[in-house]
């Protein structure tokens, strides 16, 4: 799908023959989500609706709909494989669900993370209405640093779980009335509020682990900073986080990953500029030495920073 394009598509069963009605909605849910099988307590006159909202990165569907029961067998996970998430959201009735040895039983204030990456099964009453959110793998993988406990339920009732359950309620209250980039950031604040839900960074020692990330983001960075290639980016891949978790830590400690990495290099340019051993070098040699783009870049942030060009400052450790 092109980028910048956001989409909402209502569908209902009431649109066909009730005899249809079971067929079309496993293909409607099948044409939007991974191969899974349909177990249907009536196959006549079955009723179901979904209002879906989508972009390249994330959906969000609210659905309602007859009992059901969904399942993902291991072959079906083989040949159609899909490691996103589901964060599973009930607003009325009950959903069982069931993965990985796990069992969940999601009721109102209630919501689990399943993976169709591997087999499950999930069972829903009759008057069961829903949220499922799809957050691509790699931005919850990234910050829990292992595969997140499946089929676990999460208390979206209070604290930071009623915050994320609020802000995907508001998501579908304006989804008439929001672009591309206004659902992916509220989808963005979603997935972070959800990490810490599930890390438990909404308890007091939450903070410590927002400051474990913080130490080891600044040690690697540190010792990468004149990798011209070094970006938050690249960063959150070596580390085997997300680039949301690392912003998340380094907003605590009140930078950004970018100034981070500029105030690293203009330490390490700094060092090398009153260092006897690099008199020999160039302003630009040392530039480029200790990762920044151009000479100019470095010039225009070391001014800002130190209040001095880089030559008065060599100049002035010269004349000492």
Known sequence: MPAGSYLVETWSTGAVEPWERADFWSEHIGSYQSRMGYRYSRVDNFLGETVRQRTETYQLVRFRSDEIAYSRTARQVREDPDEDYRLLLPLTG?????QDGHEARLTPGTGTLVSFGSPFECLQDASTQAYVFTIPAREVDGPLNRRSPL???????R???RVVGSMLEGLYAERDDLTDSQFNAVSDRVVELLCMLATGDDRPDGARHLTDVET????????????PGLT????????????RQIQLALQHAGTTPRDLIREERLRLFRERLQCGDCEHLTITDLAYASGFSSASAL???FRQRFGVSPREMRNGVRGA
């Open 94 to 98: 009950e959903i069982v669900l069931r």
């Open 151 to 157: 089929a676990t339920g999460l208390d979206l009732s």
């Open 159 to 161: 604290g930071l779980g």
């Open 216 to 227: 080891v983001v600044r040690r690697h960075v540190r010792e990468h900073a004149a990798d």
């Open 232 to 243: 938050g980016t690249s960063m959150a891949r070596a580390l085997g986080w997300s680039l």
């Open 299 to 301: 010039s225009t942030a």
